[in-house]
């Protein structure tokens, strides 16, 4: 039945076009006023101050071996933290030069926003370009970290247009419900206008993006130490602010009125111009949980799983070398064998190990020559002993090198109440100038309320939980509600299902896995669910990708329905996990060994909940509760109304064409309305159109299917 309504849809197609969304609808009345402090400080504009807009190219001028001069532009941009600091730090270091060597093409009282790359805007007036463009130079000293022998900076300046490209009376243009029809040049200046001095001052602040910015010194600030969390792996936490300017209609619609929208922030970074092998020392893995310090041995650190952890952690980093008269910067690809035993060819034709080598040319004896090397992601035949680097400053940690320690400890660090975070909020704010006192927001007509907006708000009624056997629970004000004895409004079935542990030694003797087990089968069925004993429990010694694969194959064949895997907090085994579930098709849910030793009712319930969605139950429905008289609250739960979801991720650009993204979406399709299910599919990748013939005819069928 479904193949001929396949057959039938096949017949379709479905292109998505730009199409002009609906006025938004009438502020509601449900609830009772309130009014809330928002993190908004309004923005004032002077009336009709132009902005003019210039192009702005930086160039590290040297002469190759054909003794031709060549370019390297500076202000190209790069999407890794160490470069792209690196690069805008020179720019900012130049574009300062030439501000103060040219006074005859920089107007005296002019107000100038410049981004740290391409983009600069004068206030008020214009650049004294005598001509469409200019060139200027600036001493190569001021880029010598980029790490070529240049003779000087050159600097292009452009016109973008003849005429203004903005003006401060074009506020009511960037306000539209339809995106296309936004006009946001008056947004790039005022962007640019606030980040001038997180920008420019790169001694106290360091910017990542164009609204990130992180203080070098938080407790210049007065923030204290203890604000903070302390991190492991040779990683530290700073704090800063994320910003972002927004025009707001107001109420009346006639007014609109600029925002800046500031929040503080708190973020992971590498501790700067650390010794790789200190840095690896101080990873977690080799942590002693009973007494915190660090077990590490240079010896042991080379075993196979060892050295995939440490990869984890450092793959990506950017590092330099401390040897030879000349610094070499590069970003870490893999490991390679140690020292000793890594062969290479010098220049004179002789074969020697690294150990050797550095011996030789350098006097440099190593102390840990079986040590794992390091290879260059862009040279991957160029090793490195981990000794002889250091970390490159100003680099965030990234997803992959995050650990679950950390990132709690990150969560629990940012989780501060709203009247501290307002005032975290305001200091690193006005530390930014983004004040009403900035001298160079004034010169360019612009000013900032120093205190944060009030906006009104409606509190609308709590809504009703509704579980099985028509059990309703009504949630606090704080969205709170006490489930613990409620079973699920449409409980699963789990049978035919198997555990696999992962754990380490340590992990395996204080562990036990079969009293969890046990509480997690008696959970199960306290909350409605059918539940069979656990097929297997059966502990993996061969604890990697192919162990695995060949596990998932044997449950394959004796047809399981579900798989629970119980791993140490330290082994990252998660994302092959989810690859074999797509490739076998056998549903899994990974918990972490730490959750074992909770053994906390909210925990398991926490876990009972996914478990059952996964297999196709329904925990609860939400029933909005509309005031009287209104129907506020009636759509959300209407069977007749279709909430869809989708998101496109994209390949990392690397020029292999045969990677596609992939179009993930959700859709309460299913015959409960408040149950989602979900598919993707790949589509050619950044495609600029893409056709949704496929989404909606999976769309059609899913639904098609729960009500036949």
Not at 369 to 377: E, F, G, K, L, Q
Not at 530 to 559: C, H, M
Not at 618 to 633: C, D, E, H, R, T
Request: proline share 4%; net charge positive; aromatic share 8%.
């Amino acid at each position: 039945m479904l193949e001929s309504k396949l057959t039938k849809l096949n017949r379709w197609f479905l292109v998505v076009r730009t199409v002009a969304l609906p006025e938004k609808r009438p502020v509601g009345t449900s609830g009772a006023r309130v009014d809330l402090l928002a993190n908004l400080s309004a923005i004032h504009l002077k009336p009709n101050v132009p902005f003019y807009k210039y192009d702005v190219r930086m160039y590290v001028v040297f002469s190759g071996n054909d003794q031709k001069e060549h370019l390297k532009e500076l202000t190209k941009q790069t999407k890794d933290d160490f470069p792209e600091q690196q690069r805008k730090t020179a720019c900012v270091a130049v574009y300062k030069h030439i501000l103060k060597s040219n006074a005859d093409v920089f107007p005296n009282g002019a107000a100038l926003f410049y981004d740290r790359a391409a983009i600069l805007f004068s206030a008020q007036m214009q650049l004294k370009l005598e001509g469409e463009e200019k060139q200027l130079n600036a001493p190569a000293s001021l880029a010598s970290d980029m790490g070529t022998e240049a003779s000087c900076i050159r600097v292009v300046i452009k016109k973008v247009t003849d005429n203004y490209q903005v003006n401060s009376n074009e506020i009511r243009k960037a306000v539209s419900v339809r995106d296309v029809d936004k006009d946001k040049a008056i947004l790039e200046v005022l962007n640019l206008a606030m980040s001038q001095k997180g920008y420019l001052e790169t001694s106290q602040f360091v910017t990542y993006g164009s609204n990130v910015h992180y203080l070098f010194d938080h407790q210049s600030l007065g923030f204290r130490d203890d604000e903070l969390p302390v991190l492991a792996d040779g990683k530290y936490a700073g704090i800063g602010l994320t910003k972002s300017v927004k025009v707001l209609e107001g109420n009346d619609k006639k007014s609109p009125t600029a925002f800046v929208v500031t929040d503080v922030t708190k973020g992971a970074f590498h501790n700067d111009d650390q010794n790789l092998l200190e840095k690896i020392s101080q990873m977690s893995i080799f942590l002693d949980p009973r007494s915190g310090n660090s077990c590490f041995n240079a010896r042991t650190a080379v075993q196979p799983f060892n050295v995939k952890a440490i990869l984890q952690q450092i793959k990506g980093l950017y590092v330099s070398t401390t040897y030879g008269k000349k610094k070499r910067t590069f970003q870490i690809g893999g490991t390679g064998e140690p020292p000793n035993k890594l062969m290479l060819q010098t220049p004179d034709g002789k074969r020697c190990t690294i150990e050797q080598y550095l011996l030789k040319q350098y006097n440099l004896k190593l102390k840990y020559p079986w040590m794992v090397t390091v290879s260059d992601r862009h040279n991957p035949n160029s090793f490195y002993p981990t000794e002889l680097l250091t970390v490159a400053p100003s680099q965030r940690v990234k997803l992959q090198q995050q650990t679950p320690d950390q990132v709690a400890a990150m969560i629990k660090a940012s989780a501060t109440l709203p009247q501290s975070r307002m005032k975290q909020t305001k200091i690193v704010k006005e530390a930014l100038d983004i004040s009403s006192r900035s001298a160079r927001l004034a010169e360019a007509g612009i000013s900032v309320d120093d205190e944060f907006v009030s906006v009104p708000a409606r509190l609308l009624p709590a809504p009703v939980i509704l579980y099985g056997q028509s059990q309703k629970i009504n949630p606090t004000n704080n969205c709170k509600w006490d489930g613990d004895r409620s079973k699920f409004l449409e409980p699963a079935q789990l049978t035919n299902w198997a555990v696999c542990t992962m754990l380490t030694q340590y992990d395996g003797q204080r562990l036990d896995v079969n009293a969890f087990i046990g509480r997690l089968e008696s959970r199960c069925r306290m909350r409605g669910m059918r539940v069979d004993p656990a097929a297997e429990i059966f502990s993996l010694s061969k604890q990697n990708y192919e162990g695995l694969k060949e596990w998932f194959a044997t449950q394959k064949q004796k047809g399981r329905r579900f798989l629970v895997f119980i791993t140490s907090d330290g082994i990252k085994i998660h994302g092959d996990i989810k690859l074999l579930e797509v490739e076998y098709q056998i549903l899994s849910q990974e918990i972490k060994g730490s959750r074992l030793l909770k053994q906390q009712n909210q925990t398991m319930d926490n876990i009972i909940a996914k478990i059952n969605i996964k297999l196709g139950g329904v925990n609860y429905n939400v029933q909005m509760a509309p005031s009287p008289g209104s129907s506020s609250g009636t759509w959300f739960g209407a069977k007749d109304t279709l909430f869809v979801g989708f998101e496109i991720s994209n390949p990392m650009s690397s020029g292999r064409s045969e990677i596609p993204s992939v179009l993930g979406w959700a859709a309460n399709c299913a015959k409960n309305s408040q149950q989602y299910l979900g598919d993707y599919i790949y589509v050619k990748a950044r495609q600029p159109d893409v056709r949704f013939s496929q989404f909606f005819q999976k769309l059609l069928l899913f639904e098609s299917a729960a009500y036949h």
